[in-house]
């Protein structure tokens, strides 16, 4: 027996027999179950399996990660066992209203804050081992930058190559997964994103630190402000959605002989304009209010201001408008010569850290645990996107723990004064900025995020809830 026929038996023996199952589908990396009764899905069988690299519950689906390439033949083997049609068939779809009066659904609605956590981790689970590796990589040339290593100039052309690539184009990975996972076309998904991060646009990040401006669009009397959006999650998870309800939208009404020149063409079309025009604009004026409101609150006394902004900063880097604050660390540095924002990063960065390590600890499945732990090393190194959307974010708890630590680390450091001398760098190679005077400030303030939240988590995760 092959190893896929035998994983695909071995799934149907734990998740209630072919009696339980209303339909199965498959992805790039998982196969799709919706049950009639969820409580006969065991979880804990499942992702002991061989092959199978964990499971999850989302919008109604029991999602079984299989990896690419793998889930194509386990899929094949189930559908031959269970003698079942495949999920867009006349056939299913009537075996499914036949069946929906059976269906005993267990689990607890979720609320709209649980859902949008599951819809991200959804769409960062095929990109998380890429975001793993690149900030792994960041995080260790970025250390070996600050203690004096000097590169050789083409060495460290081929190093921009291998780690930069995937978080400039970031927002061209999330477009093509959101279009993915909505049943769009992901190859258009690409297109869009590369669109928000073309080469004839402003880089956001230089427009951010003044380096730059933005391109402006008259229109209607009005100056529109145009800009890449290199790094950034928010406008291409949004437009995403919209391009994806678009081009659906479109294959419902274009007669067929014409879907193949106006569907692509419309659907990129109205993406370029709404993300350029209508999101990018909205996004530039949301990063400058952003700017404002965190200098804002670094002034509010007795660590308060400290407190908000160190459990608020990893919230906005899951929109990916944090590279904005790059022009406020200019601002401070170039007036007084201090960044006290800088230190209320690094608790946050260490904080979340932290909360990985708890959830890793508590996390009995090895393939989790281990993912974990490799999303944490670039975390210490200043790079947590890895650990927020591959961990962190979709659990939950952790993440908020993570928030709290960052809380009373950024309080400790606002009432102590702590302040770099730069900026660009974090958690533990962010220690070269406090060498001042301030390290052991520092460090006290790190170790308060940590500690905090990493009792939280250990405290209130359970693993067993996912």
């Known amino acids: 027996m092959s190893k896929e026929r035998q994983t695909a038996e071995q799934i149907l023996d ?66 031959d066992i269970t003698k079942l049609k495949t999920a867009d068939s006349d056939s299913s779809k009537e075996k499914n209203r036949a069946d929906g009066a059976k269906v005993d659904r267990k689990t607890a609605p979720m609320n709209p804050f649980q859902k949008a956590s599951r819809m991200l981790g959804d769409v960062f689970l095929p990109i998380i081992p890429i975001l793993v590796a690149t900030g792994l990589f960041m995080g260790l040339r970025s ?137 990018g604009p909205i996004m530039h004026m949301v990063e400058k209010g952003l700017v404002e409101a965190i200098s804002f609150l670094m002034n509010i006394p007795f660590g308060l201001g400290g407190f908000i902004v160190g459990g608020l900063q990893q919230a906005v880097v899951i929109t990916g408008l944090h590279h904005t604050f790059k022009a406020l660390e200019v601002e401070l540095l170039a007036n007084t010569g201090a960044n006290p924002f800088n230190a209320l990063v690094c608790g946050a960065i260490v904080a979340q850290a932290a909360a990985g390590i708890a959830a890793a600890l508590k996390t009995k499945n090895k393939k989790q645990k281990s993912l974990y732990f490799s999303s944490v090393v670039p975390a210490f190194l200043g790079i947590t996107e890895p650990l927020i959307f591959g961990g962190n974010l979709p659990r939950l708890i952790p993440f908020i723990c993570g928030c709290v630590g960052g809380a009373f680390a950024g309080m400790f450091s606002s009432i102590m004064g702590l302040a770099g001398t730069g900026m660009s760098i974090t958690a533990l190679p962010g220690a070269l900025l406090y060498l001042n005077g301030q390290l052991g400030t520092y460090v006290i303030a790190c170790a308060i995020g940590f500690a905090v939240a990493f009792i939280l988590t250990y405290v209130f995760y359970k693993p067993e809830e996912e």
């Open 143 to 279: 250390l070996l930058t600050n203690l004096g290593v000097e590169f050789d100039p083409t060495l460290l052309k081929l190093s921009q190559v291998l780690i930069d690539t995937a978080f400039a184009f970031l927002p061209a990975l999330v477009t093509y997964s959101v279009m993915k996972r909505s049943g769009a076309s992901p190859a258009l998904g690409i297109v869009i994103g590369l669109m928000l991060v073309a080469p004839q646009l402003p880089n956001a990040n230089q427009v951010a630190s003044g380096a730059v401006e933005p391109i402006f669009l008259n229109l209607l009397g009005l100056s529109i402000p145009i800009i890449g959006y290199q790094g950034s999650v928010l406008p291409a998870l949004i437009l995403g959605v919209i391009s994806a309800k678009i081009e659906k939208g479109l294959r419902k009404v274009v007669p067929d002989v014409l879907d193949l020149i106006v569907t692509p063409f419309v659907t990129l079309l109205s993406s370029l304009v709404i993300g350029l025009v209508v999101i």
């Open 14 to 79: 734990h998740i209630g027999g072919q009696d339980n199952i209303i339909s199965a589908e498959h992805c790039a990396t998982r196969l799709r179950l919706i049950l009639k009764d969820e409580t006969k899905y065991n979880k804990k069988e499942i992702e002991n399996i061989d092959g199978v690299k964990g499971s999850f519950l989302a919008s109604g689906q029991h999602q079984i990660i299989l990896g690419t390439g793998f889930v194509n033949k386990v899929y094949a083997e189930f559908m």
